[in-house]
């Protein structure tokens, strides 16, 4: 609820993430109650209006949505083990890292001792919470998520549902989330060829987010021919690819930077070749990809 009678709310965790979803909460005007092993974390919240509470369980009593923010579904049952007395009833949101098994051991954990759960992955920086454009994913019990929707999209406008299984904001947080390392390795490569040249790695940032712009575009292609499992039309083919990556080798002689990161990279185009994908569009790297299913 909002306006005259805002929800109450717990945050348990209060890292950089953790510590940004209880601020825009307290700023948003929902009651919050914090809660972190570390004490002296909650000490900015406070002064900010935030309720401290000394004991796990007296914070998870404090409110009927409970938020945790904390690294892993292992950390997560740990953290709330002395609070389980106190979780009957209440609705338990875990924002944290992990894998679809985690979330669904944590939901019948957590359903085991009388919460209804959701789950759930904000997927963008600290300093983005509370943004109207914001993407967070919840999955597991709707009800939780239509009881409390409004006073989730708090934390970012961009709110979805995903499903009643618990584990698909994990699987989708995973999903997606591999995408981050190798753009992010791609750039730290680029911004170390440059400076080898004298130059600054700034130099870059806005031809580099011209080529995410690009690839972003590229996505409902991919994802389309993926799903139709037809690749022949390939704007950008595999082969394409395979004989690209000789000129990443002449650029890390020539720039004495470490490439040694992209001959996974460069083994998957090649087998995906080798399975007779040369001329098929690139994402037909995603039938290399999957593995042969499991004998039973």
């Known amino acids: 609820m909002t306006g005259n009678n805002p929800t109450s709310v717990t945050v348990i965790g209060l890292g950089s993430m953790g510590a940004a979803l209880a601020e825009a909460f307290v700023k948003a005007g929902h009651p919050t109650t914090v809660w972190n092993r570390t004490a002296a974390k909650a000490a900015p919240l406070i002064a900010m209006g935030a309720a401290h509470a000394d004991a796990v369980k007296d914070a998870v009593a404090a409110s009927p949505l409970v938020i945790t ?47 209804r759960f959701l789950a759930g992955a904000v997927k963008n920086v600290p300093s983005a919470v509370g943004a109207p454009d914001t993407l967070l994913y919840y999955s597991g019990d709707k009800t939780v998520f239509e009881e409390f929707e409004t006073t989730l999209k708090v934390l970012g406008g961009d709110t979805v ?44 940032v806005r031809f580099a987010g011209k080529w995410l712009d690009m690839i972003k575009s590229l996505l409902p292609i991919y994802a389309r021919e993926i799903d139709n499992g037809d690749y022949a039309d390939a704007a950008s083919s595999v082969n394409l690819f395979l004989a690209g990556a000789a000129h990443d080798q002449d650029l890390a ?10 001959a996974p990279l460069h083994d998957l185009v090649r087998r995906a070749a080798e399975a007779g994908h040369g001329d098929h569009s690139i994402s037909a790297l995603t039938e290399v990809l999957r593995k042969p299913a499991r004998q039973a």
């Open 161 to 204: 549902h995903l499903g009643e299984k618990t584990d698909l904001a994990a699987l989708y947080e995973m999903a997606v989330g591999a995408i981050l390392l190798p753009a992010l390795v791609g750039f730290f490569q680029g911004a170390a060829a440059v400076q080898a040249r004298g130059l600054e790695a700034s130099s870059m």
């Open 69 to 115: 923010c904390l690294t892993t579904f292992d950390d997560t049952r740990r953290a709330l083990e002395p609070a389980v007395t106190s979780l009957h009833g209440r609705a338990l949101v875990t924002l944290n890292s992990g894998s679809p098994t985690g979330a669904r051991e944590t939901a019948a954990w957590a359903i085991g001792h009388g919460a």
């Open 253 to 262: 002689k020539e720039t004495n930077v470490d490439t040694a990161w992209l």
